[in-house]
């Protein structure tokens, strides 16, 4: 695959509409032309401890983020007829079709391809994490959960074996 928007989520809390960054970079043509990185309002607006000790990020960090659908629109002519790639996709394409829903826009049905899965079909058995997989690939993601580089090590995966 040559072109594809590989997508990255991190949330405050257990709720799947509590995004608070995003990761994108874009993909055309087998290299990468874009990236985009924006903390968000989390919906609802507070931190669990266990998802901040994942990515770092505390309440202090978003309290002046813009909401989802402000960024979104800076996102959305970017990735317009690109399929979308997370390496978790059953979380990532959870999330943006919650947002999309507490926010009352329509969802355009995006098509979402999932390195994580593709990855037990190349490598069957062990450890299927970003970070490892990302390191077959090649890829050192040395800061692991942020929403960027995780979407980078996503595209440089997804470049691979997709």
């Known amino acids: 695959m040559q072109d594809f928007a ?4 991190e949330t405050a809390n257990n ?14 043509d087998g290299e990468i032309v874009d990236k985009f990185y924006s903390l968000i309002k989390p ?7 266990w998802c901040s000790q994942v990515h770092g990020l505390c309440a202090d960090d978003t309290a002046n ?3 989802f659908p402000e960024v979104w629109a800076q996102i959305e002519p970017n990735i317009a007829g690109l399929p979308l790639v997370a390496h978790n996709k059953a979380f990532d394409e959870s999330c943006l079709k919650t947002l999309f829903r507490v926010y009352q826009m329509a969802y355009p049905d995006y098509p979402f391809l999932c390195t994580c899965v593709a990855s037990r079909k190349v490598w069957p058995g062990g450890s299927h994490s970003l970070d490892v997989i990302a390191a077959r690939c090649g890829y050192d993601l040395t800061n692991h959960h942020h929403a960027l580089a995780d979407a980078e090590a996503c595209a440089a995966i997804a470049l691979q074996i997709l």
């Open 65 to 67: 983020a813009p909401i």
């Open 15 to 28: 709720e799947r509409s509590s995004v608070c960054s995003v990761g994108v970079v874009i993909v055309r």
């Open 43 to 49: 919906e609802p607006e507070y931190y669990n401890y």
């Open 6 to 9: 590989a997508i990255d989520f």
